[in-house]
């Protein structure tokens, strides 16, 4: 079947790491459960036969869900390119600033939603998604002329993926997610990254501190004591080392673009944690 690439950038994406992955993940499984599954690149590349996957932001969920749909596909797919031929720098801010009255916002339909988190995802700043204390899209324009919104072929081959398979769409936290998961089933977790740098202790925009990576790390422990695989990446920070150590490392250099401003910055040291050997021929 034809690759898909993910609909959004998104922060964290695992496009330019997604082979280590692959080479690491258990050949055989029964259920596939990806918690924070973000623009989903694991999930394209790895093609379930039987999924449940996750994220917290239900505007992104909704996505998924939509590009599912049948008939809100359609409309989305319609919608996209209404957004592509109007866009302008005016046409974003009116687009973006419609989650400022709640009681309409609410109101509109799931495809219109969709479209519009694909629009203002391709359309921003750099690819952010970032939302204020009011759960208001606060990221600026990102000036472009022209953005290519509507990406048929690609958004296609996720429908069908979607369909073609058992895929299950959950929005919900990454606990309750995998509450479910049994033996034989095989766990992705992705979630936001740790760091030891100050600026990145107070970086908290999916309130996911310290405390959420123990929270993750016991589910992880109750995950393995229930045979099911299991793998994590991360920032190969001294809590993850700590919480993961009985585990097994695998170390992988990813591009990423950190904001902190040091002479490293967009070469970062990723681990990627499993419960299980590693397949035979993968050099650590
Ligand atoms: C590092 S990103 C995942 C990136 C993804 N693997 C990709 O390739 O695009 C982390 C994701 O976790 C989600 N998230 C944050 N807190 C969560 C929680 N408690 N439960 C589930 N998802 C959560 C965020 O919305 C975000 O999409």
Redesign the pocket.
């Given at each position: 079947m034809l690759k898909a690439k993910?609909f959004v950038k998104?922060?964290?994406?695992?496009?330019s790491i997604i082979d280590k992955l692959i080479s690491l993940a258990p050949e055989n499984f029964e259920t596939y459960y990806e918690?924070?599954?973000?623009?989903?690149?694991?999930l394209y590349e790895l093609q379930p036969r039987k999924a449940i996957i996750?994220?917290?932001?239900t505007e992104?969920m909704n996505v998924y869900e939509c590009i599912k749909d049948e008939n809100k596909f359609a409309n989305m797919c319609g919608e996209l390119n209404k957004h592509e031929t109007n866009h302008s720098e005016d046409y974003y801010y009116e687009i973006r600033d419609l989650d400022r009255d709640k009681k309409k916002f609410n109101k509109l339909a799931d495809y219109k939603r969709a479209a519009r988190t694909i629009y203002l995802n391709k359309a921003c700043f750099n690819g952010l998604y970032r939302v204020n204390s009011k759960n208001e899209f606060n990221v600026p324009s990102g000036k472009k002329n022209k953005v290519n919104t509507y990406d048929g072929p690609n958004l296609g081959i996720i429908h069908c993926l979607l369909n073609f398979n058992d895929i299950n769409l959950l929005s919900?936290?990454?606990e309750e997610?995998v509450k479910n998961a049994k033996k034989g089933d095989f766990i992705y977790f992705?979630?936001?990254?740790d760091s030891d740098t100050s600026t990145f202790n107070s970086y908290t925009e999916?309130?996911?501190g310290k405390e959420?990576q123990k929270r993750l790390a016991k589910v992880f422990k109750d995950l393995d004591k229930r045979g099911c695989y299991v793998m994590l990446s991360n920032y190969n920070t001294t809590l993850i080392k700590e919480l993961y150590k009985d585990y097994n490392f695998n170390y992988v250099t990813a591009q990423r673009n950190i904001g902190a401003s040091s002479k490293n910055r967009g070469k970062v040291e990723e681990v990627i944690i499993t419960n299980y050997k590693n397949k035979e021929g993968f050099k650590e």
């Open positions: 993910p998104w922060a964290g994406g695992k496009r918690p924070f599954v973000g623009g989903g690149a694991m996750n994220d917290y932001n992104l919900t936290d990454f997610c992705d979630p936001p990254y999916n309130g996911f959420e």
